[in-house]
């Protein structure tokens, strides 16, 4: 993605689990959602989908979707709910490193 | 195309052992203990597939017990040699870098009060000889180990330790675990000294369902299983006839043409190592190079990027083959024999387990690396991580 608003990093390759998240953000609403991902197939597709959701909704939409709501997407079954669990925290992060971002610049 | 290479894990069953074992499951029905024709048909098949497959490892006949799997042969070895002998000692040495069916019959006995012992491993997983040697005390009663490591094919000195308890003034049994050894690596029990030896069928293409275990005669080993006697007082239950003529077959076909065998396998795994090391970069080998690994084992980790994810992009090629990494196990713990060896974590969940039968062919293997390199690629491109992270 050219100059995204947000990057974060969630999870580290120690735990085999992680995500680099991209959120390029115009008047408060999210109009592109990228991620890179190192983990399992699981991963990757949690890291989709969850782009997927916050595409083209609003900050306070996107800080409402669940860990439910990208597990239901994909009926992931118990043992890769840890992604699910990754990726919407990666996304929490994006949105509030954006809301600290926007705060400091008043 | 469709590549198999996950033969460590199980193999197709070659069309003569099938063939082998039909009759068996269609009119040779009877039930090994009868007496009458019928039953005596089967167990003579049975009796044969024990003297085929001990003339393999230079054994006797009678010293085969068929079991239903190397792990039950394993499970058997184990607790059976470790009760039965509880009144000459109580401790046990094993490895690190044993499988599941070897650790977890340990880790119940350590809950029965005996004292096992783990020995470490170098970076090519080859056990540590002298901290085995002192850990070999007057309570010692049992040495149970891998012949060739499952993951990385590291082929252990067996012959080594076999002296190491010969040399001991009391007796210690020492049981050898071959399920990812035989027909490619050969062993002689007499010769090196072997009191146990556990064997897989499905891993040598014979069908699933069945395993041995060889006992040394004369060995003091008590039932872990309880039930009505079969031809084998140590393994109750009506035998699988059928799995175990398989067995004995696939057994037969291994090694009547064991050297060009292996030498089939060993070309390949050659070619794919070359392979693999020319044109995908950042990649590590786990384990031995040469001749002190198994001639069908590759094991490579693919940096930066995650076993399952490759391990999938593979399959979608039509590509099998197994990963240790924690995604894929269910667990989510990096392989510990991969750990034993120091690699860290973030490299362990990129590590890729090849396994050759002597059925792969010269063009599956550079059809593999035709795809390997891009699936790699294509996985970095989308990684977070990147070169010289790690």
């Not at chain 2, 009759?23 to 024709?37: N, T, V, W």
């Not at chain 2, 050759?356 to 996985?379: A, C, G, M």
Request: charged fraction near 25%.
């Amino acid at each position: 993605m050219k100059d995204p608003t947000v990057s974060v990093v969630e999870g580290d390759p120690q735990c085999g689990d992680m995500y680099q998240m991209f959120l390029k953000i115009e008047n408060d609403r999210i109009i592109d959602a990228k991620f890179l991902s190192f983990g399992c197939a699981a991963n990757i597709a949690t890291g989709s989908v969850t782009t997927e959701l916050a595409k083209g909704t609003t900050i306070d939409e996107a800080e409402k979707i669940s860990i439910k709501d990208i597990a239901k997407e994909l009926g992931l079954p118990a043992v890769k709910m840890h992604c699910a669990v990754l990726a919407y925290k990666a996304l929490r992060k994006a949105i509030k490193e954006y809301r600290e971002k926007k705060s400091a610049s008043g | 195309m469709k590549v198999y290479l996950d033969n460590g894990t199980t193999t197709q069953v070659a069309k003569e052992v099938l063939d082998e074992m039909s009759p068996y499951l269609k009119e040779k029905f009877g039930h090994p203990l009868s007496l009458y024709s019928l039953g005596q048909e089967a167990a003579d098949a049975v009796e044969n597939a024990q003297k085929t497959i001990a003339k393999t490892i230079d054994a006797a006949g009678e010293e085969i017990v068929f079991t239903s799997s190397a792990t039950e042969a394993n499970d058997l070895a184990i607790r059976g040699v470790a009760h039965a002998n509880r009144k000459a000692g109580d401790r046990i040495i094993t490895t690190k870098i044993e499988n599941p069916s070897v650790l977890k019959p340990c880790e119940m006995l350590e809950k029965e009060g005996f004292k096992v012992d783990y020995v470490n491993v170098d970076s090519q997983g080859f056990v540590d000889l002298k901290q085995l040697q002192k850990l070999i005390n007057k309570d010692t009663i049992l040495v149970s180990m891998a012949h060739v490591n499952d993951e990385i094919g590291t082929i252990e000195p067996i012959e080594e330790v076999s002296k190491l308890l010969q040399e001991q003034k009391h007796k210690i049994y020492f049981h050898v675990n071959a399920a990812a050894s035989y027909a490619r690596v050969p062993v002689d029990v007499k010769q090196v000294g072997i009191d146990l030896l556990s064997l897989s069928a499905h891993k040598i293409h014979g069908p699933k369902g069945v395993g041995a275990l060889y006992l040394r005669e004369g060995a003091k080993i008590e039932p872990v299983t309880y039930g009505y006697i079969s031809m084998f007082p140590l393994k109750p239950g009506t035998e699988n006839v059928p799995a175990i003529v398989g067995f004995g077959k696939a057994a037969e076909l291994a090694f009547d043409n064991f050297e060009k065998n292996v030498e089939h396998m060993r070309k390949l795994r050659d070619k794919l190592t070359d392979g693999i090391e020319k044109r995908v970069p950042y990649v590590v080998l786990h384990g031995p190079r040469g001749e002190k690994r198994s001639p069908s084992n590759v094991n490579y980790s693919f940096k930066y990027v995650e076993g399952e994810s490759i391990l999938l992009h593979l399959d979608l090629n039509g590509i099998s083959v197994a990963t240790g990494s924690a995604c894929a196990t269910r667990k989510l713990e990096p392989s510990h024999v991969l750990t034993a060896i120091g690699v860290i974590p973030e490299v362990s969940h990129g590590a890729i387990r090849f396994t050759l039968s002597r059925f792969n062919t010269s063009e599956e293997i550079d059809y593999v690396l035709n795809v390997l390199p891009k699936v790699i690629e294509n996985l970095r491109k989308i990684s977070p991580v990147k070169p010289g992270a790690f």
